[in-house]
């Protein structure tokens, strides 16, 4: 504004013998906005400025409360997609690491018809994984594997128990089993 629109402004706030200056330094005044205290000077009822103001406050926390609910709920979905990422990793290297120990497990069976009295342990690396196997005899034409199929921090165990050697192999039990 220049100065010839402050003199026009103030011009009428002189001109009423200094009670709308009264109103001007009144600290409740002082919250509403400029706008509407000049249209209350010139107008014979008083505008309710500060109803609209608070309307705006309305408006404003409505749009704070809406965005931090949002917020929560888009940060909410991260973190479960996130877990359920995880989850689904930590299932396909479980499916790998089994995968592994069964392949221990046909190979310990391999050596075994290659070599019948065949005892001891081996190791094989695959993909992204090793697995081991150890093969012991339990006398006679038996014979226990334990194969252990390891993937990133996932390891997973077979016990494979043969019964029969010659003249073809036979597995008594084959089974995942824990430590």
Same mark, same amino acid.
């Given at each position: ?7 026009? @402004? ?11 200056? *009264?109103q001007w330094n009144n &600290?409740?005044? *002082? ?10 000077? !010139?107008?014979? +009822? ?23 609910? %949002? ?8 973190? =479960? %997609? ?6 689904? !990793?930590? !299932? ?5 690491? *089994?995968? =592994? ?13 290659d070599q019948s009295t !065949?005892?001891?342990? %081996? ?13 012991t005899s339990q006398g ?14 996932? /390891?997973? +165990?077979?016990?494979? @128990? /043969?019964?029969?050697?010659? &003249?073809? @192999? ?10």
């Amino acid at each position: 504004m220049d100065m010839n629109s402050h003199e026009a @402004i103030l011009r009428p706030l002189r001109a009423s013998g200094g009670t709308a200056m *009264k109103q001007w330094n009144n &600290p409740l005044r *002082k919250a509403k906005s400029f706008h509407c205290f000049i249209a209350s000077l !010139f107008s014979r +009822r008083v505008i309710s400025c500060y109803t609209g103001c608070r309307r705006g406050y309305i408006t404003l926390i409505s749009v704070l409360v809406v965005g931090a609910v %949002g917020g929560a709920i888009g940060i909410s979905l991260i973190l =479960l %997609g996130l877990g359920a990422s995880r989850s689904s !990793f930590a !299932f396909e290297q479980s499916a790998q690491a *089994k995968a =592994l120990a069964e392949a221990c497990a046909e190979e310990a069976m391999q050596q075994i018809h290659d070599q019948s009295t !065949f005892t001891g342990n %081996g190791t094989l690396t695959l993909g992204q994984g090793t697995c081991t196997y150890a093969v012991t005899s339990q006398g006679g034409q038996s014979r226990t594997i334990v194969s252990t199929g390891i993937v990133g921090s996932i /390891v997973r +165990r077979e016990r494979v @128990i /043969v019964d029969q050697i010659t &003249p073809v @192999i036979r597995a008594a039990s084959w089974q995942d089993v824990a430590d």
